[in-house]
């Protein structure tokens, strides 16, 4: 297909190119989301996202060249997780998914989701408010005990005040956005203490995913040095993941990513095949248990 034509009809990405890289086979992008109006959003929703649909994401996963990819429930459908389920449906095997839910959730509710091929739950901070600190621990021991894991969203200010409580989790952490680690200088920031004593307990993941949340420039060239410490010291506990279709960009009326640029990126500053290998193929399959085949 001409490489023009496919750039052309690209949704929420300003990419200007094709990728320099070639991603090793099985490559996974841990974070994206679904947005179809097909399923009402919550009444609390106030961004009015438009479509970004299963076909739409299939273009921009043929464009940067992976095959794994895990659907993040968007705070716009709170623990409405049906728009999510049937994208699950239309992905197949290549997919998992990371849904909300809340304390009234029954079992028959989580197998459902679990044979749909859901493998965790988020917790979003940052948006919604479906979910609260509250339901944090309790769930996460009940999806604990079917190797979820737990995911969450939050500010760097929001996730040391809940220090006390992340390190009580069970099981399988993750946190969004590099624990949103805020320039010009991540690293003097508490919230980079709290990741190395959460990572360094061996149950913390960390996703490299939506660099612009925090960066100045365009090219996402300030976050090499936060980046690559995350890279070479915890290569075992690192993720990528496009955040496509970059709601909060879309809802904020700012200009698209060039997300072959940013993966580039990331890509050249893991240095080695080794680091790269895990970052987007051996993590991934680990947590997301794409090793095992679920029944749909």
Not at 56 to 82: C, I
Request: with cysteine; proline share 6%.
């Amino acid at each position: 297909m001409n490489s023009q034509y496919l750039l052309a009809r690209l949704k929420y990405s300003h990419i200007s190119s094709l990728p320099d890289i070639v991603l090793p086979e099985n490559s996974c992008d841990c974070h994206h989301h679904i947005f179809d109006r097909r399923f009402p959003y919550s009444p609390d929703d106030r961004r009015n996202l438009p479509d970004a649909t299963v076909d739409n994401y299939l273009q921009f996963k043929e464009h940067l060249g992976f095959k794994r990819h895990v659907v993040v429930q968007p705070s716009s459908y709170d623990t409405d997780n049906r728009c999510m389920l049937e994208a699950l449906r239309r992905f197949g095997d290549a997919a998992r998914g990371e849904a909300v839910i809340t304390y009234d959730v029954k079992d028959a509710e989580l197998d459902a989701l679990g044979q749909a091929g859901v493998t965790g739950i988020r917790f979003n901070f940052g948006a919604g408010s479906a979910t609260t600190p509250e339901m944090l621990l309790p769930l996460a021991h009940r999806v604990a005990e079917r190797g979820w894991h737990i995911q969450i969203h939050a500010t760097a200010e929001r996730l040391c005040a809940l220090r006390p409580v992340l390190l009580q989790v069970p099981g399988n952490l993750v946190i969004d956005h590099f624990f949103r680690l805020p320039q010009p200088q991540p690293m003097l920031h508490p919230a980079w203490r709290l990741a190395w004593e959460l990572i360094e307990r061996g149950q913390c993941w960390v996703k490299l995913s939506a660099l612009y949340h925090q960066s100045a420039h365009e090219d996402v060239s300030d976050m090499s040095a936060l980046i690559k410490s995350f890279l070479q010291e915890a290569t075992e506990r690192v993720l990528w993941g496009s955040d496509w279709p970059h709601p909060n960009l879309i809802s904020a009326n700012k200009k698209m990513p060039d997300d072959a640029l940013i993966l580039s990126k990331i890509y050249h500053w893991a240095g080695n095949e080794q680091v790269r290998h895990k970052l987007f193929v051996a993590n991934p399959a680990e947590l997301y248990r794409f090793n095992q085949s679920i029944a749909r």
